[in-house]
């Protein structure tokens, strides 16, 4: 009997908006995705539709986030073959805080506090203007 490669699952933190990356990602056939989506997010249709497929797990923003990772876990137990994510990846920086405690309170692998404030700190350094390309403009 040949054996079958267990494929990794990752729990995905959606943008606020359909992005490439997540395009990407859903195309790939080597990795299992759930998504982690926030209900306050506005997404259009058209990727909702394209989306529809991959299991999804909304966050309830009027709830502890305690609590929604507590309803998180009890939907991976109660759902048959759902993926397990393994790992959670989460690009908009805005969220990563939250995606880093909510990763903590479901036993996922996540950054840490210190890890955040430096990826934080590195979004919101600005880059010196010489005054070369300040009149260029």
């Not at 989506?37 to 997404?43: H, K, V």
């Not at 797990?57 to 991976?76: G, K």
């Not at 903590?104 to 210190?114: C, E, K, R, S, Y």
């Amino acid at each position: 009997m040949n054996a079958t490669p267990i494929r990794p699952a990752v729990l995905l933190v959606e943008s606020s908006r359909a992005t490439a990356f997540t395009d990407s990602l859903l195309s790939r056939d080597d990795v299992d995705v759930v998504l982690l989506r926030c209900d306050s997010a506005a997404l259009s249709a058209d990727y909702l539709q394209r989306t529809a497929h991959v299991p999804t797990f909304t966050l309830d923003s009027t709830q502890p986030l305690l609590e929604e990772a507590a309803r998180y876990l009890r939907w991976m137990k109660g759902t048959r073959n759902l993926p397990r994510p393994r790992m959670v990846c989460a690009l908009p920086e805005a969220r990563q805080t939250d995606t880093r405690r909510f990763a903590a309170l479901v036993d996922l692998p996540h950054l840490t506090g210190q890890q955040v404030t430096w990826m934080h700190g590195r979004m919101t350094q600005q880059t010196p203007t010489t005054p070369a390309l300040a009149h260029a403009a």
